[in-house]
Nanobody
Framework: QVQLVESGGGLVQPGGSLRLSCTTS????????MGWYRQAPGKQRELVASITSSGSTNYADFVKGRFTISRDNAKITVYLQMNSLKPEDTAVYYC?????????WGQGTQVTVSS
């Protein structure tokens, strides 16, 4: 059973920052691309950012310049640093790991941006 464990969500004011973390097993982490999706109430799940096993990154246009995805191989953890948060960033954020047709998901962590 593959597990992805997320942490770091919470309530933050507009303009603030949060860092999400996602850890999994070493076998998954070393060979899978990983990243984050988010889903706001009443909306479809959308890709936020991804990072390949070799470290190449990709971002959705709506987070470019504000969010940074990174991975720490020693800690087998992927991070999503979120700066300049906006109310429209409010959503449940899901970590995923993907290789070919296999995708694993975390349980999701709530991010709420509100004053």
């Amino acid at each position: 059973q593959v597990q992805l464990v997320e942490s770091g969500g919470g309530l933050v004011q507009p303009g603030g920052s949060l860092r999400l973390s996602c850890t999994t097993s070493g076998r998954i982490f070393s060979t899978y691309a990983m990243g984050w999706y988010r889903q706001a109430p009443g909306k479809q799940r959308e890709l936020v950012a991804s990072i390949t096993s070799s470290g190449s990154t990709n971002y959705a246009d709506f987070v470019k310049g504000r969010f940074t995805i990174s991975r720490d191989n020693a800690k087998i953890t992927v991070y999503l640093q979120m700066n300049s948060l906006k109310p429209e960033d409010t959503a449940v954020y899901y970590c995923y790991a993907r290789k070919f047709t296999s995708t694993y998901w975390g349980q999701g962590t709530q991010v709420t941006v509100s004053s």
